[in-house]
Every structure is written in structure tokens, then in C-alpha cells.
């Protein structure tokens, strides 16, 4: 089992910055894949971005590359979402992702098996 709890979420103006961390806890988490998603009031959730097992790669969605960055610390077992740049249509519940059947970049939820609660991000104009 892996429990994943995202903090970071709030509100925030357009143009601004948020830093989104997902802390993991029971098994060991270095191996996995790892990933961000968002769901938009009335929209299905969505990939956001991946990073490998080892950080050291990572992929994005067209509508973030350029202003998010997704990074992990294996050492404190905590995936990170920096936010640059938001605009009110990054206004969403952010779940953060682990997969413990991948390593690699997974941007389908059916590749992640365990799932964080959300974080809201609310980006006003």
C-alpha cells in the first residue's frame, strides 16, 4: 500500500505561482512512476505531468509545458508541482499519482494505482 497526500493547493492570481508537494508513505516510492492529474469543475480529469523513477525524466501536457515543472525527492519521498504562470483555466482539484506496476512516464490514469486525495487550485483573473 502507498498513501499519498497532496498539500500546496489555494488561490492564487492569474500570472502567479503555486508549489503543489505530494508526500508518499508505506512502500518504498523510489521505484515508481509518478504524476500529477486535474480535474475542472464539469471536465474528467485530466493528465497534467510525469516523472520517471529517478527524476530524470519527465513529460507534460501541452497546455502546461513551459510553466509547470514536475520534480521528485526520492530521499523524502515527495513528488512536487511547481506552478508558474497560472491562468484561471489551471483552476482544478490536483491529485497526485504513483504506480507501482510502471517506472516509466505515464500519462493515462490507467497506468497509476494509487491515488491522492486532491488539492484545490484556484486561480482567479
Known amino acids: 500500500q502507498v498513501q499519498l497526500v497532496e498539500s500546496g493547493g489555494g488561490l492564487a492570481q492569474a500570472g502567479g505561482s503555486l508549489r503543489l508537494s505530494c508526500a508518499a508513505s508505506g512502500r518504498t516510492y523510489n521505484n515508481y512512476g509518478a504524476g500529477w492529474f486535474r480535474r475542472a469543475p464539469g471536465k474528467d480529469r485530466e493528465f497534467v505531468a510525469a516523472?520517471?523513477?529517478?527524476?530524470?525524466?519527465?513529460k507534460y501536457a501541452d497546455s502546461v509545458k513551459g510553466r509547470f515543472t514536475i520534480s521528485r525527492d526520492n530521499a523524502k519521498n515527495t513528488l512536487y508541482l511547481q506552478m508558474n504562470g497560472l491562468k484561471p483555466e489551471d483552476t482544478a482539484l490536483y491529485y497526485c499519482?504513483?504506480?507501482?506496476?510502471?517506472?516509466?512516464?505515464?500519462?493515462?490514469?490507467?497506468?497509476?494505482?494509487?491515488w491522492g486525495q486532491g488539492t484545490q487550485v484556484t486561480v482567479s483573473s
Open positions: 499519482a504513483v504506480s507501482t506496476m510502471y517506472s516509466g512516464l505515464g500519462d493515462r490514469e490507467s497506468k497509476y494505482n494509487y
Open positions: 516523472v520517471n523513477w529517478s527524476g530524470g525524466s519527465t
